[in-house]
């Protein structure tokens, strides 16, 4: 699912990151900062994209580079329906999550992204997978991304939009809409619900 040049983008940058983080010598310094700026460039080659945004988005950060973590709550309901929010962002719907916060755990965030996106207070009972975003069918990506999905159970709460989100609703899996495809897919969605027929096949795992 990788465009070849994200991907050589995503290295160079990560390279340049570590370099820029471990070097002490001036002219490896200076050789990491031309690796960095060229990485910035692809980018804006192919996207676009101002590069003061690129390198605020994409080349800002310090230290060695790390994949970033994205948690996403499973709730099915006694129906067979999953629970879905719409995105403030792009108006399309997504499981209730986001990036994981420093601090907590990934059942804490999930919990969390749950109550702040649908309004709900669930119980983190279970994981069902850890994917790669780069082998699904995602939209092109500057970051390297694990979604991680955690089956929760609700156990109050009610569902309300928070403030990322404009409606919360429940969807059988032949009544699916339009889905946030950053966020996540159609197979992505259709292989959990897979898991609530057949608990033996858990979990994803790339």
């Not at 129906?79 to 755990?105: F, H, N, Q, T, Y």
Request: net charge negative; glycine share 6%.
């Amino acid at each position: 699912m990788q465009l070849k040049w994200l991907d050589w983008a995503k290295q160079i940058q990560a390279i340049s990151q570590a370099g820029l983080a471990y070097s002490k010598d001036m002219y490896d310094l200076e050789r990491f900062e031309q690796l960095r700026s060229l990485s910035i460039e692809i980018m804006h080659a192919y996207t676009d994209v101002e590069t003061t945004k690129i390198r605020d988005l994409f080349a800002s950060d310090s230290g060695y580079q790390t994949p970033k973590v994205d948690v996403r709550g499973v709730i099915i309901d006694e129906e067979d329906r999953i629970l879905l929010v719409k995105e403030r962002l792009d108006g399309a719907w997504a499981l209730p999550g986001g990036w994981a916060d420093i601090g907590l755990s990934a059942k804490e965030n999930v919990v969390k992204e749950v109550r702040e996106e649908a309004g709900l207070d669930v119980t983190a009972s279970e994981l069902l997978g850890i994917a790669d975003k780069k082998f699904h069918a995602h939209p092109p990506s500057p970051n390297h991304v694990y979604k991680i999905f955690i089956r929760c159970d609700v156990r109050g709460g009610q569902a309300a939009a928070g403030m990322e989100t404009t409606e919360v609703g429940y969807f059988g899996e032949d009544e699916l809409p339009e889905l946030s495809l950053e966020r996540n897919t159609p197979e992505q969605i259709r292989a959990l619900f897979e898991m609530k027929r057949h608990p033996e096949r858990r979990l994803l795992f790339d």
